[in-house]
C-alpha cells in the first residue's frame, strides 16, 4: 500500500504542475514557447512557480512515508521533461529553464514543508 500512495503522489503532485500550467496558458492565451515580454515571463514562473510547490506538498502528503523519496522523483520527473522538452523543441525556453532550475526544486521544497507540518 504504501508504494502505491508514493506512486500516487508523484502523479497527482505531477499533475497538479502540469494541469495548473496548462490552465495558465490557455487561459492566458500565451504561447509557451513565443518570445514575450519581461512582465509575462515573470508571471509564467510565479504561476509555474506556485504550482510546482503546491503539487510537491500535496504529492508528500499523500505519500505513505516520511522521507522525500516522492518529492525526489517528482523533482526529476518535471526536470527531465523540461529537460526533453527544451532539446526538441525551437523558440524560447524560459519556461523549461524554470522548470529544471526552479520549479523541480520547489516541488521538493513543497514536501520539505509538508514533512515539517506534518511532526
Same mark, same amino acid.
Given at each position: #500500500? !504504501?508504494?502505491?500512495?508514493?506512486?500516487? *503522489?508523484?502523479?497527482?503532485?505531477? $499533475?497538479?504542475? %502540469?494541469?495548473?500550467? &496548462?490552465? /495558465?496558458?490557455?487561459? $492566458?492565451?500565451?504561447?509557451?514557447?513565443?518570445?514575450? *515580454?519581461?512582465?509575462? !515571463?515573470?508571471?509564467?514562473?510565479? *504561476?509555474? %512557480?506556485?504550482?510546482?510547490? &503546491? *503539487?510537491?506538498? @500535496?504529492? !508528500? #502528503?499523500?505519500?505513505?512515508?516520511?522521507?522525500?523519496?516522492?518529492?525526489? @522523483?517528482? $523533482? /526529476?520527473? #518535471? %526536470?527531465?521533461?523540461?529537460? @526533453? $522538452?527544451?532539446? #526538441?523543441?525551437?523558440?524560447?525556453?524560459?519556461?523549461?529553464?524554470? %522548470?529544471?532550475?526552479?520549479?523541480?526544486?520547489?516541488?521538493?521544497?513543497?514536501? &520539505?514543508?509538508?514533512?515539517? @507540518?506534518?511532526?
Amino acid at each position: #500500500m !504504501k508504494t502505491v500512495r508514493n506512486i500516487l *503522489g508523484v502523479i497527482i503532485g505531477y $499533475s497538479i504542475f %502540469a494541469i495548473g500550467a &496548462v490552465v /495558465l496558458f490557455r487561459l $492566458s492565451g500565451i504561447d509557451p514557447h513565443a518570445d514575450v *515580454g519581461l512582465t509575462t !515571463k515573470g508571471l509564467v514562473i510565479v *504561476g509555474g %512557480a506556485v504550482f510546482a510547490f &503546491v *503539487g510537491g506538498f @500535496v504529492g !508528500k #502528503m499523500i505519500a505513505a512515508t516520511r522521507t522525500l523519496n516522492a518529492n525526489i @522523483v517528482l $523533482s /526529476l520527473i #518535471m %526536470a527531465g521533461f523540461a529537460t @526533453v $522538452s527544451f532539446l #526538441m523543441s525551437a523558440g524560447e525556453h524560459y519556461t523549461q529553464i524554470a %522548470a529544471i532550475f526552479l520549479f523541480a526544486p520547489l516541488s521538493l521544497l513543497g514536501g &520539505v514543508l509538508r514533512r515539517r @507540518v506534518e511532526t
